[in-house]
């Protein structure tokens, strides 16, 4: 079943899992397998003043629509292309009085645009809302709550002018978007800004090592003439070389913890047992709680008494991060890596978590040579448990890579920039913003590195007087979330 730019795809009955989707050709790592627009979207509750309502990239300045002044716009462009979806969201929220959760906003947007097209097949659409998930009977008690609070609230908000829907279905709906939601992001990929409904990613079943991966794309719309705009989309990119007839999967959750831990958040998330290679043969799991090898090797007992420090001290870290004492951050991450390293190895995922906490705050404080010290053995130990062509690995290595820059290590610095850079290639594309950074920093970082190497005296004498001058590029505040996580569910 193919349709509307869709033709490498088919949806198929894949055993045990419901449908899936399969490749109709073959693939290369990097390759668009599709792009997709959202069937509907919404921007999330707390920055609703400070991203586009239409591409979802932050901008210092907004344009409120007149109306409602709950939507806001980059430009003319924008608001004139969120009017079909804005329009009936538009006089509602004026009727309200006031605009709803995101929840009810996304809702809504899917129910107006059944009514205005029919239930049917969308165009480019693969299958109908009416065909996705709902998981509404595997719902626990507090979530069958939560669903009949919010369908009272859709029903307060939802204008009687409007086609009127049964219970069953506005239920499915809330469903689908707590099943199926998936997390938008600005224009870097840095920060999760809002929630949309893809129906035809909705067919990509998990898998812990996955041939694809997902980024979305804010599109653009700087070229003159609006043909020549492209929208908002996501985009599914092949990772590994994936042939004809293969399935195309995707990783809901981060592949960084154990299988068991995996496949907890996979069942309570998206209700299902996951049985692909990685977690039937708990693969990579010994890597992920190794301890010490040779002479002094520590006992079971020692292990799992500094593993339990970790965890202790890692709740203690989100807690003085929340109320941003970053040098607590920093004095807790010594004490536990002080605990940590006669004990776990370095692949250890509670070593890797701590290194990567000190790396960024430290970062953030301008301590960049022990910053720079702890990224390298969190990229070290990331490069022996990620998959090679992975998002999060790429980042974190790019991150590792500015932090040995700033702290005037040159050849490890473009070392691990170039990395990054061949990785985000294939993540995230070459016209993706965060690419085109990276690309940047490629060139002074080589450039740099020539006049190095010719003349090392020189070349921090000049780099010297050139931070002197300029405002150092100081890391960003450090996030208290992780990176935005594929699909986004409903805490």
Same mark, same amino acid.
């Given at each position: 079943?193919?349709?509307?730019?869709?033709?490498?795809?088919?949806?198929?009955?894949?055993?045990?899992?419901?449908?899936?989707?399969?490749?109709?050709?073959?693939?290369?790592?990097?390759?668009?397998?599709?792009?997709?627009?959202?069937?509907?979207?919404?921007?999330?509750?707390?920055?609703?003043?400070?991203?586009?309502?239409?591409?979802?990239?932050?901008?210092?300045?907004?344009?409120?629509?007149?109306?409602?002044?709950?939507?806001?716009?980059?430009?003319?462009?924008?608001?004139?292309?969120?009017?079909?979806?804005?329009?009936?969201?538009?006089?509602?929220?004026?009727?309200?009085?006031?605009?709803?959760?995101?929840?009810?906003?996304?809702?809504?947007?899917?129910?107006?645009?059944?009514?205005?097209?029919?239930?049917?097949?969308?165009?480019?659409?693969? =299958? *109908?809302?009416? /065909?996705?998930? %709902?998981?509404? +009977?595997?719902?626990?008690?507090?979530? &069958? !709550?939560?669903?009949?609070? #919010?369908?009272?609230?859709?029903?307060?908000?939802?204008?009687?002018?409007?086609?009127?829907?049964?219970?069953?279905?506005?239920?499915?709906?809330?469903?689908?978007?707590?099943?199926?939601?998936?997390?938008?992001?600005?224009?870097?990929?840095?920060?999760?800004?809002?929630?949309?409904?893809?129906?035809?990613?909705?067919?990509?079943?998990?898998?812990?090592?996955?041939?694809?991966?997902?980024?979305?794309?804010?599109?653009?719309?700087?070229?003159?003439?609006?043909?020549?705009?492209?929208?908002?989309?996501?985009?599914?990119?092949?990772?590994?070389?994936?042939?004809?007839?293969?399935?195309?999967? =995707? *990783?809901?959750? /981060?592949?960084? %913890?154990?299988? +068991?831990?995996?496949?907890?958040?996979? &069942? !309570?998330?998206?209700?299902? #047992?996951?049985?692909?290679?990685?977690?039937?043969?708990?693969?990579?799991?010994?890597?992920?709680?190794?301890?010490?090898?040779?002479?002094?090797?520590?006992?079971?007992?020692?292990?799992?008494?500094?593993?339990?420090?970790?965890?202790?001290?890692?709740?203690?870290?989100?807690?003085?991060?929340?109320?941003?004492?970053?040098?607590?951050?920093?004095?807790?991450?010594?004490?536990?890596?002080?605990?940590?390293?006669?004990?776990?190895?370095?692949?250890?995922?509670?070593?890797?978590?701590?290194?990567?906490?000190?790396?960024?705050?430290?970062?953030?404080?301008?301590?960049?040579?022990?910053?720079?010290?702890?990224?390298?053995?969190?990229?070290?130990?990331?490069?022996?448990?990620?998959?090679?062509?992975?998002?999060?690995?790429?980042?974190?290595?790019?991150?590792?890579?500015?932090?040995?820059?700033?702290?005037?290590?040159?050849?490890?610095?473009?070392?691990?920039?170039?990395?990054?850079?061949?990785?985000?290639?294939?993540?995230?594309?070459?016209?993706?913003?965060?690419?085109?950074?990276?690309?940047?920093?490629?060139?002074?970082?080589?450039?740099?590195?020539?006049?190095?190497?010719?003349?090392?005296?020189?070349?921090?004498?000049?780099?010297?007087?050139?931070?002197?001058?300029?405002?150092?590029?100081?890391?960003?505040?450090?996030?208290?979330?992780?990176?935005?996580?594929?699909?986004?569910?409903?805490?």
């Amino acid at each position: 079943m193919t349709k509307g730019g869709m033709e490498s795809v088919e949806v198929f009955p894949a055993e045990g899992k419901g449908r899936g989707l399969k490749a109709q050709k073959e693939f290369l790592p990097g390759d668009v397998i599709f792009a997709e627009p959202a069937y509907a979207a919404v921007v999330f509750d707390s920055l609703t003043h400070v991203i586009c309502h239409t591409c979802f990239k932050r901008q210092e300045r907004l344009h409120r629509c007149g109306q409602c002044k709950f939507a806001h716009y980059c430009d003319r462009t924008c608001q004139r292309a969120a009017w079909l979806n804005h329009k009936n969201e538009c006089s509602a929220i004026k009727r309200h009085g006031k605009a709803p959760t995101e929840n009810i906003r996304l809702a809504a947007r899917i129910l107006w645009r059944v009514e205005r097209e029919g239930s049917g097949l969308a165009e480019g659409c693969l =299958v *109908s809302i009416e /065909d996705l998930q %709902n998981h509404v +009977e595997s719902f626990s008690e507090e979530e &069958k !709550k939560e669903l009949r609070v #919010d369908v009272e609230s859709f029903l307060e908000f939802w204008p009687p002018q409007s086609q009127q829907f049964g219970m069953q279905y506005i239920s499915h709906v809330f469903g689908v978007i707590s099943c199926n939601g998936f997390t938008l992001s600005d224009q870097r990929g840095l920060q999760a800004v809002g929630v949309g409904i893809f129906p035809n990613l909705c067919q990509a079943n998990h898998d812990c090592w996955p041939n694809c991966t997902v980024i979305f794309n804010n599109g653009n719309h700087e070229a003159v003439r609006s043909m020549f705009h492209t929208q908002m989309r996501i985009e599914l990119r092949a990772l590994s070389k994936v042939s004809p007839g293969d399935e195309l999967t =995707v *990783s809901y959750v /981060d592949f960084l %913890n154990v299988s +068991e831990e995996r496949r907890r958040q996979l &069942k !309570k998330q998206y209700y299902f #047992d996951c049985t692909c290679e990685h977690c039937k043969k708990q693969i990579k799991d010994d890597l992920m709680l190794a301890a010490k090898e040779g002479e002094g090797k520590p006992s079971a007992e020692t292990v799992k008494e500094v593993i339990q420090f970790s965890k202790d001290t890692l709740e203690k870290i989100n807690k003085a991060r929340m109320e941003g004492l970053y040098h607590e951050v920093v004095k807790l991450c010594r004490e536990c890596l002080k605990k940590q390293e006669p004990v776990l190895g370095d692949t250890n995922i509670y070593l890797l978590r701590i290194l990567s906490i000190a790396s960024e705050v430290l970062s953030y404080l301008q301590m960049f040579e022990e910053a720079a010290d702890y990224a390298k053995r969190m990229v070290d130990g990331y490069l022996k448990i990620y998959h090679p062509n992975n998002a999060q690995l790429g980042m974190a290595v790019m991150r590792a890579g500015v932090t040995h820059w700033h702290a005037g290590l040159i050849e490890a610095g473009h070392g691990l920039i170039c990395k990054a850079y061949a990785i985000l290639l294939i993540t995230h594309g070459p016209s993706h913003p965060i690419t085109k950074d990276l690309e940047v920093m490629r060139v002074q970082t080589e450039m740099e590195l020539r006049m190095f190497q010719q003349n090392e005296f020189m070349y921090y004498k000049m780099r010297e007087a050139a931070l002197k001058n300029q405002k150092i590029h100081v890391m960003p505040e450090p996030s208290n979330e992780a990176s935005p996580s594929l699909f986004h569910k409903k805490e």
